[in-house]
């Protein structure tokens, strides 16, 4: 959970000073407590996006004994106070027949879940697993049924690596956009970590982040894409 050490100032103070947009959070949820959530109804404009893996037994084996619990907990608290939210989930080889059944969507709708994102799981960090990357007729499979859902199910879900088309393509590099760490390395995508700029060090020379959507590694990236 992330204060400011000098200010003291958390992220949701940071939304009510920005009113005038609207902050998606992903978050494992166990630190949404009743104050924290009180905290959101009042702000209306940070709307959380709760991880999973599949059911309890998924999440519970890769998030910790007891997370499907605090989830289940925090949602109900959510839909008391009248808190938008959603899920998020990474699809590999090991659940994406769960986490693509209509059981589980239809078991997220039924806890007032108004929308999710599915993303591919990506081997990327210091112990990749590459046998975790879902095989081509899963990812066909996930295309498919989120497909089938926007047409038949109330919720709507977001495809990140299936949907493309409709961005037209990669839209990294700062084309429509790009990722902060939490070093402050400013990278073309989530996905992709390699930098040449970092916000703080930008910041402390007088400069901003138009130097990085323009420096040559990005303009680089988005002269590919087209």
Request: charged letters at 30%.
């Amino acid at each position: 959970y992330y204060k400011d050490k000098e200010t003291g100032k958390d992220l949701l103070d940071l939304a009510k000073e920005h009113n005038d947009m609207y902050f998606q959070v992903y978050t494992n949820g166990t630190l949404l407590d009743e104050e924290r959530i009180e905290k959101l109804a009042r702000l209306g404009n940070v709307v959380p996006a709760i991880s999973l893996e599949g059911f309890k037994k998924e999440t519970d084996e890769r998030r910790g004994k007891g997370v499907w619990e605090k989830i289940n907990k925090a949602r109900e608290n959510l839909y008391r106070a009248g808190v938008l939210q959603g899920f998020s989930v990474t699809v590999t080889r090991e659940n994406a027949k769960i986490v693509c059944s209509d059981e589980f969507i239809d078991g997220l709708i039924d806890q007032h879940i108004s929308f999710g994102w599915y993303f591919i799981y990506i081997p990327i960090g210091k112990k990749p697993a590459t046998e975790l990357m879902p095989t081509p007729e899963q990812r066909d499979r996930l295309r498919r049924k989120v497909w089938e859902w926007r047409s038949k199910k109330p919720i709507f879900v977001g495809d990140f690596w299936n949907d493309g088309p409709w961005t037209g393509g990669c839209i990294a590099g700062g084309r429509k956009y790009f990722h902060i760490n939490s070093q402050g390395d400013i990278e073309p995508c989530v996905f992709v970590h390699f930098a040449v700029d970092n916000i703080f060090d930008l910041w402390n020379h007088g400069k901003g982040l138009r130097e990085a959507i323009v420096s040559p590694f990005f303009l680089s990236i988005r002269k590919k894409q087209h």
